[in-house]
């Protein structure tokens, strides 16, 4: 097993670096990027550009500086779409303070180098450290990823069985079309149903619209704070659950229905076996299986990319919106950052799985298996 790991460590390596060479290539011809992003800005909104460019440390000066260069470079031509007008030696600050003043290859080799040592650098438009953006919106995230897992599979497994163990009963056929129609319905279109019911909207004001806590909670006692996170995430962790424990509710009931149907089964039953020892002492282990190989994808879906529109819904701050808004504004090192972050976290949970897998069946011996 331990040669087994190291290879799935080591082959973590070029998986990573394959990931990002590509992205990185992409990005190079991608339009739009800062530069133009700033550019836009000194064009079409000169007060915005000032408030968002020019503080925080930032090689771009003043107001009047930023006016003075689009006055001195009047007639200069420029290969960013928008900067006729501009000072050549503005627009080279620009790419400095971006660093795009270095070679493609450089600068994906100095990337792959600080990423190692995680260090992620600052992110272009918003003067704080990466990773320091990454930990202050980790909470909303962490939140939403944990509790519709654990939510998801607290539901989807114990339906999955009891629908296998009453297959082709009434129970198992109207369960069924709940679960279809739980899974047809948009989680964001429920979110907005949610909101217009239960948020202020036409009917009742019970829960609350934005962020994770109430602006008083740190004055609360622990109960009270208890009670407050969990009453700010009811109605997205509501909208998400609706589809996210379908396929896994079906992919259980259908595991278990192939693994009750073997004949190991019928020997254990015919050996006086009763039938709770039979579904969770021999069936339990074989059937949830599949349904491990199934949680990495599914973690990984639910704690980064799968909230995005739930955030943006009930106006929470976290790392799909993060990703989202960041990849809109050309914020390339939160970009780079985070493809990173969620590769590698993606990669190491899937080897977890794994290795779950020779917990609970020891008959699994990968040590045997080409990689």
């Known amino acids: 097993m331990g040669a087994y790991i190291l290879r799935r460590l080591l082959l973590m390596i070029p998986t990573i ?18 530069v133009e992003q700033v550019i836009a800005q ?21 107001a009047d500086d930023m006016g003075s260069s689009i006055e001195s470079g009047a007639g200069t031509n420029s290969r960013y779409r928008g900067a006729q007008g501009l000072d050549p030696e503005f627009i080279a600050k620009l790419e400095k303070q971006f660093g795009f003043d270095k ?24 003067h704080i450290t990466v990773i320091d953006l990454i930990i202050e919106k980790m909470p909303v995230s962490i939140s939403l990823g944990l509790w519709i897992t654990l939510l998801s599979y607290g539901i989807s497994i114990p339906l999955g069985i009891r629908k296998a163990v009453h297959d082709g009963t009434p129970f198992d056929i109207w369960t069924s079309g709940i679960v279809i129609v739980a899974y047809a319905i948009p989680g964001f279109l429920f979110a907005v149903l949610l909101m217009v019911l239960f948020a202020g909207g036409s009917f ?9 806590t109430s602006e008083n909670w740190s004055d609360m006692s622990w109960p009270m704070r208890i009670i407050d996170y ?16 379908a396929v896994s509710t079906l992919l259980t009931k259908n595991s278990f229905l192939d693994e009750i149907r073997k004949q190991y089964v019928v020997t254990a039953r015919a050996k006086g076996v009763n039938e709770r020892q039979v579904l969770y002492g021999h069936v339990f282990r074989n059937a949830m299986l599949i349904i491990i190989a199934g949680f990495p994808g599914a973690f990984i879906s639910a704690f980064f990319t799968g909230s995005l529109l739930i955030e943006q819904i009930f106006s929470l701050d976290g790392l799909g919106l993060l990703g989202f808004k960041s990849v809109v ?43």
């Open 329 to 371: 504004e050309r914020d390339y090192p939160v970009v780079f950052a985070t493809l990173y972050i969620f590769s590698l976290m993606g990669l190491l949970i899937s080897l977890l799985s794994d290795l779950i897998y020779t917990w609970i069946d020891p008959r699994i011996d990968f040590e045997r298996r080409d990689v």
């Open 204 to 212: 009742f004001d019970w829960f609350p619209l934005r962020g994770l």
């Open 17 to 34: 670096l394959g990931i990002m060479a590509i992205s990185f290539a992409v990005i190079q011809f991608a339009p739009g990027g800062p």
């Open 230 to 245: 969990f009453w700010h995430l009811a109605l997205p962790l509501t909208a998400m659950v609706l589809s996210a424990f």
């Open 42 to 62: 000194l064009s079409g909104q000169g007060g915005d550009a000032t408030d968002r460019f020019s503080g925080g440390g930032s090689d771009f000066g003043n």
């Open 103 to 126: 070679p493609p290859l450089e600068r994906f080799g100095l990337m792959l180098w600080n990423y190692l040592r995680f260090d992620f650098g600052e992110s272009y438009f918003r």
